[in-house]
Each structure stands twice: as structure tokens, then as C-alpha cells.
């Protein structure tokens, strides 16, 4: 640390940029005020010691933020802290990752694919941000961020969001500004919408994989409609003769799928290995399969192929989003019409009928564009 005459914009436009790490230089009449030398940035702090513990207020980047305006707002600061108002300020703004635990123990959160996914793409992508407070993530390192990503342009926006989610459910009690993603020029959100247009090519690539769990997971798959997660939530203790029973589903609402004769020939050789989890890991105690290989459809294509097929086989668009679990737009579908489960049994048996006779026909199938 190096301390240096008055820190005025004359000084501060004559600092280099600190090649290595990161020089702080501290102003010799405002006790905590320093600026910040990294690689690229010039950033102003008001630092204190609270509580035994060293805290630090992010003023804002030089050259937006000019020594005249940076000094005010630190003298300001200096001020509240001698009143003890300060304290309640910079305990105010939360650590990201004491954030996103916060975020993630929600009762409301039941998705487990979630709770897995989003502390792994954290550390994977902004490691370097979790111990940040809240309020030391500028708008500009969201940017930046976010345009380092552009070669996963979808995966980006999914990572930035996740984190303005966190934001805003920490803001809900703590004071904090409108979230630092506002700043940033989202990549266009196109759907994927492909099918698998050719079945008996997937068929042929199923029944090659090496590990049949994969290959009876894809099946069932294309065979339900059902969501990747749910699948591998599914416990055997879940499978009944008439139904599969999903208790935690995106939409938070458990769900039952009328099953058929069908549904009970492909889960069979899963049976024999005689685990809680129709779709087991590996691995002694591995809990449930989580990366199945990849084939050149993903498994939500497997879905959407399940909806095209059915619709194209007669069965109306109501039930087939009933067969998907989709919360029905009309207040009427959400809150009184509950069709029986033998009801929806003859449509999913119309939709397996279909896809069977297609896989079976060699027929390759000619979709448009989504």
C-alpha cells in the first residue's frame, strides 16, 4: 500500500495501471479514502475498520467518478460512521455467495437440478465475484462479464439473470440499488425448437449406446414427454401400474402421468439393478444419473417431438399440454377442470401409438421452422 499527496484528478490521470495486482493509494486527509490501480480500472473505496472487521464502501470508477465528487462522498461517509450510522450501512450489502445460499434455501426453490446447477455455474464463470459484497459488483463488470461469454451467448444470459434474481431477492431486505445487469445488452433469446425429424435414426443411435441406462432414459423420454429433471428425480417408489407420480415439478404443483403396458417394457431392464432411483448414477451410493451421454438430440427435443407427434395423431392441445404438465391458461383449467387420469390415459396411448408406428415406418419427417 502506498500512501501519495492529496488524491486529486491530477494525480490519479498520472497513476499507471498496475500490471500485476492491485496498487491502493490512500489519501493522506481523508482517513479510508483510497483508490484502487488494477489492470484496466481506476476505483475509488471508502474503507473502515467495524467490529473487528474491515469494511469497505465502493464509491465508483474513475474517470465517471472525479476526485472532487469521490472525496465528498468519502467525507460523507467518514461522517456517518463518527455518528454510527455507518455500521448499519456496510452491513447492509451481503456477500454474493451468503446471497445465493440465502436464495437457495427458499422454500419456494424445489427444483434440486437448480440448487445443483447455479452454485456450479457461479464458480465456474465468477468465482472471483463470491466474496464480493453485493454492492462492489458495478454495472460494468456485469457488461464485461457478460461479453466474455458471447461464445455461449443463451448460457450468458442464463448466468446474468441468475444473478439479478439473487439480487433482487436479497434487495428484498437489504438496501440496495436497481441490480447492476440493467447495463447489459442481452443476447437474443431464440427458442431451439428442433425435433427429432429423423426417428428410426434416433432409434438406431439409442439402442448403440453403450450403457443402457442412458439408452432406456432417452426412451422414456421420447415415450412421456417428460421434463430431463423429473426424470431423474423418478424413484421406483414413484412408479405405479397406472401412473408415474412426480411430487416436485417446475411449475411446484406434484404431478401424476397416466402410464401404459408400454412405459412398464421400457423402465424393465432398470428394475433388475434393484436401486431407489429408476435412473441411478454410478458408483456405490451415487444417487441419481445426472449426465447422461449425449446424443445428437437433446432431451428437450425428446419433448417437444412427444407434443408435435400427439398433436399430428388427433389429440387435442389441452390434453397434450395436460400430458406435459403445463399450467392451462384459463382460469378454468388452473383451478377447476381436473380430467381423470384414464381420460388422459387414451391420448397418451393415441401419442405412444403414433411415435411407435413412425420409428417403426422408417419415415423421415419434414418440419418447419419453429
Request: hydrophobic content about 40%; overall charge positive; some cysteine.
Amino acid at each position: 500500500m502506498l500512501t501519495m499527496p492529496k488524491l486529486t484528478d491530477t494525480h490519479v490521470r498520472k497513476l499507471p495501471f498496475s500490471p500485476t495486482r492491485t496498487t491502493k493509494y490512500w489519501d493522506p486527509e481523508i482517513r479510508g479514502f483510497c483508490l484502487f490501480v488494477g489492470k484496466r480500472t481506476k476505483t475509488w473505496y471508502y474503507q473502515r475498520d467495524v467490529a473487528g472487521r474491515t469494511k469497505r464502501v465502493l464509491i465508483g470508477r474513475y474517470p465517471m467518478i472525479g476526485a472532487v465528487a469521490a472525496r465528498e462522498t468519502a467525507q460523507g461517509l467518514a461522517l456517518e460512521m463518527g455518528r454510527g450510522l455507518g455500521k448499519k450501512a456496510q452491513r447492509g450489502a451481503p456477500r454474493l455467495e451468503d446471497a445465493l445460499a440465502t436464495y437457495l434455501a427458499r422454500p419456494k426453490l424445489r427444483c434440486d437440478f437448480t440448487k445443483e446447477q447455479m452454485p456450479r455455474q457461479f464458480q465456474l464463470h465468477i468465482a472471483d465475484w463470491l466474496r464480493l459484497p453485493l454492492t462492489e459488483i458495478t454495472p460494468a463488470m456485469c457488461v464485461e462479464r457478460h461479453s466474455t461469454l458471447a461464445n455461449i451467448p443463451s448460457g450468458a444470459n442464463h448466468l446474468l439473470r441468475a444473478f439479478r434474481a439473487i439480487w433482487n431477492h436479497a434487495r428484498r431486505t437489504h438496501d440496495l440499488p436497481e441490480a447492476p445487469t440493467r447495463a447489459i445488452e442481452w443476447y437474443p433469446d431464440l427458442p431451439d425448437g428442433r425435433l427429432i425429424d429423423d426417428l428410426p435414426a434416433w432409434r438406431a443411435t439409442v439402442e448403440a449406446l453403450p450403457n443402457p441406462i442412458h439408452a432406456t432414459f432417452y426412451r422414456l423420454l421420447l415415450f412421456t414427454g417428460l421434463r430431463r429433471s423429473e426424470a431423474f428425480g423418478l424413484r421406483w417408489e414413484n412408479v405405479h401400474d397406472d401412473r408415474l407420480h412426480i411430487p416436485i415439478t417446475k411449475n411446484g404443483r406434484p404431478f401424476d402421468l397416466p402410464i401404459l403396458p408400454l412405459h412398464h417394457d421400457i423402465l424393465a431392464p432398470m428394475r433388475a439393478l434393484k436401486q431407489p432411483w429408476v435412473f441411478p448414477g454410478t458408483g456405490i451410493g451415487a444417487g441419481p444419473l445426472k449426465s447422461p451421454r449425449r446424443i445428437g438430440w437433446s432431451p428437450h427435443a425428446h419433448r417437444r417431438t412427444f407434443a408435435t407427434v400427439a398433436l399430428e395423431a388427433g389429440v387435442f392441445e389441452e390434453y397434450v399440454g395436460r400430458l406435459l404438465n403445463h399450467t392451462p391458461p384459463t382460469i378454468t383449467g388452473q383451478r377447476y377442470a381436473r380430467p381423470r387420469l384414464d381420460a388422459l390415459r387414451e391420448h397418451m396411448a393415441t401419442a405412444c401409438e403414433a411415435l411407435s408406428r413412425r420409428i417403426s415406418s422408417g419415415e423421415r419427417l419434414q418440419y418447419g421452422e419453429p
